[in-house]
């Protein structure tokens, strides 16, 4: 195993790092100005994030349980939140082949609570 953590607060502890990750946002960061949003973001080293999918405005984040569902293969990385399609983003070919799962979060000064449960993960063939 290895331990990484990039970037602080807006750099949602990948920045720094090369990958790519899901964000559920809660306050208005990587450029958007919604406090509500999903977003495909690409890590890349010292470049910083960048956007790799369609952010979508999505109802209210901070209340009640959602359900979310992330698959990967075939070069996308899709995203559903409560049974509806929010990401279908382009996986870059730069990642390496190999990559770590990891969950993070980032709440700055608020003091919002993550939590997941029932997770799994699955992949099919690139």
Known sequence: MRDAVGGNGGGLALSG???MA???STYPILGTASNNFVAAVTANGSNGLSLSGARVPVGQLRSGIHTVKVTF????LIVYLDGGLVVLAK???SLPTTSLLAFTGSTGALTDVHAIRNASVAASAW
């Open 17 to 19: 790092l090369t990958g």
């Open 73 to 76: 293969g075939g070069g996308r």
């Open 91 to 93: 996986i870059p070919r």
């Open 22 to 24: 899901v964000v559920f």
